[in-house]
């Protein structure tokens, strides 16, 4: 089975940085995602991780650590409009077809 | 642009009803999904279909049933609704090769069943 887990919630200040941990223990690790979404809206495309590393992009980065089940989002220089729930997702390879599992997610309050 | 759009952004039914949720994606996805998504339980899977006529159980298939019968369209149906069936629901599609990685989320349909 998988078992994703990320912080509730988190708060933080226009200006700074805030990392937004996820780990996760699956079967057939095929990559992680992580999606932005606003409040009525659907999830957007953030990242996507499927090697060890730093991926960056703009203000965002995400980072993967396979052996530790691990992964982070990076977003720097915060924006009031970047309050929103992140959501991480694992892909996980099941009988040859590909599916996402979702966190419950991280709602960030960015205050000015 | 990719582009998955849902029937209905707001859905009202009774208990009973039988409901039917639309999709419909322009990018010649072979993969389709229905989600719902719920306060403290995040997304989870219903049904998914990775090709016309063929779908597999998610996590949650109980009091849905799927048809695809056009690659483009993917349909999710609540044969009797009932009041714990009151959910946003999200589509997503997501191309099996080649292209990108992530699945493209229609705009979801909040449905309230009375």
């Known amino acids: 089975g998988q078992n994703i887990d990320q912080p509730t919630e988190m708060t933080a200040t226009e200006g700074a940085i805030v990392q937004i941990n996820c780990t996760y223990q699956?079967?057939?690790?095929?990559?992680l995602f992580w999606y932005q979404q606003h409040a009525g809206e659907a999830p957007t495309f953030l990242s996507y991780?499927?090697?060890?590393g730093l991926e960056e992009k703009g203000r965002f980065s995400s980072f993967l650590s396979r052996s530790k089940g691990y992964s982070y989002l990076l977003l720097k220089e915060l924006q009031m409009k970047d309050s929103a729930s992140y959501l991480c997702?694992?892909?996980?390879?099941?009988?040859?077809?590909?599916?996402?599992?979702f966190g419950t997610g991280t709602r960030l309050l960015v205050s000015p | 642009d990719v582009k998955v759009t849902q029937s209905s952004r707001y859905l009202v039914k009774r208990t009973g009803e039988k409901v039917f949720l639309e999709c419909v994606q322009d990018?010649?996805?072979?993969?389709m999904f229905w989600y719902r998504q719920d306060p403290g339980l995040g997304l989870r899977l219903i049904y998914f279909?990775?090709?016309?006529?063929?779908?597999e159980k998610g996590d949650i298939p109980e009091g849905y049933s799927v048809s695809r019968e056009k690659k483009e369209r993917f349909s999710l149906i609540l044969e009797s609704a009932s009041t714990n069936q009151t959910s946003m629901y999200l589509c997503?599609?997501?191309?099996?090769?080649?292209?990108?990685?992530?699945?493209?989320f229609g705009p979801g349909t909040r449905l309230t069943v009375l």
């Open positions: 997702a694992v892909r996980a390879l099941n009988t040859g077809f590909q599916k996402l599992v």
């Open positions: 699956t079967s057939g690790f095929n990559g």
């Open positions: 991780n499927v090697l060890d």
């Open positions: 990018m010649d996805h072979e993969n």
């Open positions: 279909s990775y090709d016309v006529k063929m779908k």
């Open positions: 997503a599609s997501f191309h099996r090769t080649g292209g990108g990685n992530e699945q493209f």
